[in-house]
T-cell receptor, first 113, second 117 residues
Framework: AQRVTQPEKLLSVFKGAPVELKCNYS??????LFWYVQYSRQRLQLLLR??SRESIKGFTADLNKGETSFHLKKPFAQEEDSAMYYC???????????????FGKGTKLSVIP | KAGVTQTPRYLIKTRGQQVTLSCSPI?????VSWYQQTPGQGLQFLFE???????NKGNFPGRFSGRQFSNSRSEMNVSTLELGDSALYLC????????????????FGPGTRLTVL
């Protein structure tokens, strides 16, 4: 079974400071990792996925298979980054042909002006 | 393109009752997944439907069930409601096609807030 752990429930940083949201996973196969974000009163939406190795809104995340981590980073936090961030793992359910997302419990990022 | 819609947005029920929630996926999306979100447990996968068939199921009791119609719309039903079923129920749709080897992004609806008294 797969598991995603986000050790911090709440992370507060000052505007302009670097941000790192931690995510660790356990999965015996080859995972696909994602970060989802939920801004206040908005829907859950995909922020980035490790496969595309992209930078969205200044955020990046590198999959480290040795440490089974997928930490989300941004060099300079902005007030509009305040939101709930969820790390998620997609593991193909063998035999079912479908994928399901396993989410971490989320980290609330608060950027202090 | 219209996003995923869920109805109703809010529901209040009492213990022992049953409830049906509805989800309309993005046009062209054939896979619908349901998740339960609570402060204590976070987001937990309930089940996924594709082409009117349940393809995958999470670790929830049989009181939780669902179905999908030919137009890909989906409903989930919770029978004999318990206080612990109070949660935000999220629906997500994706283009997922049988046999695809890659992950298809899931697009989430706004959720239905269920309160059980």
């Amino acid at each position: 079974a797969q598991r995603v752990t986000q050790p911090e429930k709440l992370l507060s940083v000052f505007k302009g400071a670097p941000v790192e949201l931690k995510c660790n996973y356990s999965y015996s196969g080859s995972p696909e990792l994602f970060w989802y974000v939920q801004y206040s009163r908005q829907r859950l939406q995909l922020l980035l996925r490790h496969i595309s190795r992209e930078s969205i809104k200044g955020f990046t995340a590198d999959l480290n298979k040795g440490e089974t981590s997928f930490h989300l980073k941004k060099p300079f936090a902005q007030e509009e980054d305040s939101a709930m961030y969820y790390c998620a793992l997609s593991a193909r359910d063998s035999g079912a042909g479908s994928y399901q997302l396993t989410f971490g419990k989320g980290t609330k990022l608060s950027v202090i002006p | 393109k219209a996003g995923v819609t869920q109805t109703p947005r809010y529901l209040i029920k009492t213990r022992g009752q049953q409830v049906t929630l509805s989800c309309s996926p993005i046009s062209g999306h054939r896979s619908v997944s349901w998740y339960q979100q609570t402060p204590g447990q976070g987001l937990q996968f309930l089940f996924e439907y594709f082409s009117e068939t349940q393809r995958n199921k999470g670790n929830f009791p049989g009181r939780f069930s669902g179905r999908q119609f030919s137009n890909s719309r989906s409903e989930m039903n919770v029978s004999t409601l318990e206080l612990g079923d109070s949660a935000l129920y999220l629906c997500a749709s994706s283009k997922a096609v049988t046999g695809t080897s890659g992950y298809n992004e899931q697009f989430f609806g706004p959720g239905t807030r269920l309160t059980v008294l």
